[in-house]
């Protein structure tokens, strides 16, 4: 049982019911929402997804560009290189010394060296020119999906929301101004409650509480029909109010 001050139990009438007015509020703002289904979530994954292959798609652009300016920076230096051994190959009949062969031979597997080591950087970067093409290609593609999708849950999404825009406005503004009514002390225990229970008030049914079903003794029952106390169930911990539809039910 919450205990309330003497000057509160006049009043505690109106607080439980206000209390009862914002939990059929806050029912019908939570449908609206479920009506949302997970549209919302969906459009987000969406939108994250879209960026993730944009990021992608990108980074694999670029590298493209890097990889192909490698490939011609390669080539010309390849060609520079094949020059030098045509040059050096025709000097080895002009050479008249051992030493001059030795050292013009040494050049030569130089140079052969580097073209080789150039033909593989070429090859392996050409492999991944491929790749990222292909990447490219499936990327672009994936992403025109996901521009499709992304469209047409938005549209949904702004349909629905459409539909359900105006009630929720005049219903957001109700809500604000019967929270307006109570005070803090009690606004926050019913949100409190309302947090960890998703409902906070509860109408006493067939003898016991709505929320958790937990049996209410006749003392408590009395008590809670009279209205001028705040009592909460002992089980589930919601708040217990009256309703006289329910008078026939709860008869003692």
């Known amino acids: 049982m919450f205990f309330v001050s003497f000057q509160e139990i006049t009043n505690m009438k109106n607080i439980l019911n206000n209390l009862a007015q914002l939990q059929e509020i806050d029912t019908q703002l939570a449908t609206i929402e479920a009506q949302k289904g997970n549209l919302p979530q969906q459009v987000k994954v969406l939108e994250q997804a879209g960026v993730e292959v944009e990021e992608r798609l990108e980074a694999a652009t670029v590298k493209l560009g890097s990889d192909e300016k ?13 020059a030098k051994l045509a040059k050096y190959q025709d000097q080895l009949y002009l050479v008249t010394t051992n030493r001059e062969y ?5 050049e030569i597997d130089t ?8 033909r593989d950087q070429h090859t392996s970067i050409s492999d991944e020119v491929v790749l990222l093409k292909a990447e490219i290609t499936t990327l672009t593609e994936k992403q025109s999906e ?5 469209t047409k849950s938005r549209k949904e999404l702004t349909s629905k929301t459409d539909l359900t825009n105006t009630l929720q406005r005049e219903l957001e503004g109700r809500r604000e101004e019967i929270a307006g009514r109570l005070s803090k002390r009690y606004l926050r225990k019913y949100e409190r409650i309302l947090e960890v229970r998703s409902l906070a008030v509860v109408p006493v049914k067939r003898r016991a509480c709505g929320g958790c079903h937990k049996q209410i003794s006749d003392q408590l029952l009395y008590e809670i029909k009279q209205g001028n106390q705040f009592i909460e169930c002992e089980g589930c911990g919601r708040i217990l109010v009256y309703s006289k539809n329910d008078d026939e039910s709860n008869s003692l």
Do not use: R
């Open 146 to 150: 996901l521009t499709g999708t992304l």
């Open 111 to 118: 140079i052969k060296t580097k073209i080789q080591e150039i």
């Open 102 to 106: 030795d050292a013009l031979t040494n």
């Open 70 to 82: 490698e490939l011609k920076s390669l080539a010309s230096n390849s060609e520079e290189y094949k």
